[in-house]
């Protein structure tokens, strides 16, 4: 039985390891979420600058302007299918990606708001 200490010590440090996720990574990555948006959102969603069409969905400098629409707000939003999206839905790091897009947008949105 003793021998099997030493295997049990490895096995754990293995394990929390493998658990183990950088500072860095669990933010997301703001290109990365552009780039998912490019090509998954801009179907229905409109760009900053589009002719306002009722037809499509607002463009994310709208959205990221409207209440309580929080870090968390967005991780809740975006782990649900949205009608009428209801075919794809997000990887994990993709939404983390996405979300800190959209959460450096709505800092530049405010920026201009304010002014400066
Ligand atoms: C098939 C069309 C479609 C696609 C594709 C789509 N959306 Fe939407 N989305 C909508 C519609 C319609 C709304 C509702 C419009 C509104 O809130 O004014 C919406 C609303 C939203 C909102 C606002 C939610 C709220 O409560 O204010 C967010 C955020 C959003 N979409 C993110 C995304 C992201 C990220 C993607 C890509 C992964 C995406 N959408 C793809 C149609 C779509």
């Given amino acids: 039985m003793r021998t099997n ?4 010590a490895a096995t754990l440090i293995a394990l929390s390891c493998v658990s183990y996720v950088p500072p ?17 959102c801009r179907t ?7 002719t306002p069409n ?4 607002p463009p994310y400098e709208q959205i990221v302007l409207r209440p309580d629409h929080t870090r968390a707000y967005f991780m809740q939003f ?11 839905r997000l990887f994990d790091s993709e939404r983390e990606d996405v979300v800190a897009y959209l959460m450096a947008l709505q800092q ?9």
Avoid at 44 to 50: K, L, N, S, V, W
Avoid at 54 to 57: G, L, R
Avoid at 108 to 116: D, F, P, Q, T, V
């Fill in 5 to 8: 200490l030493p295997l049990i």
């Fill in 24 to 40: 860095v990574l669990a933010g997301g990555s703001v290109e990365r979420g552009k780039a998912v948006i490019e090509q998954w």
């Fill in 44 to 50: 229905c969603h409109q760009q900053a600058g589009d």
């Fill in 54 to 57: 009722p037809d499509m969905a």
């Fill in 78 to 88: 975006l782990k649900e299918d949205h009608f009428p999206m209801t075919t794809y």
């Fill in 108 to 116: 530049s949105e405010l920026n201009k708001r304010g002014g400066n």
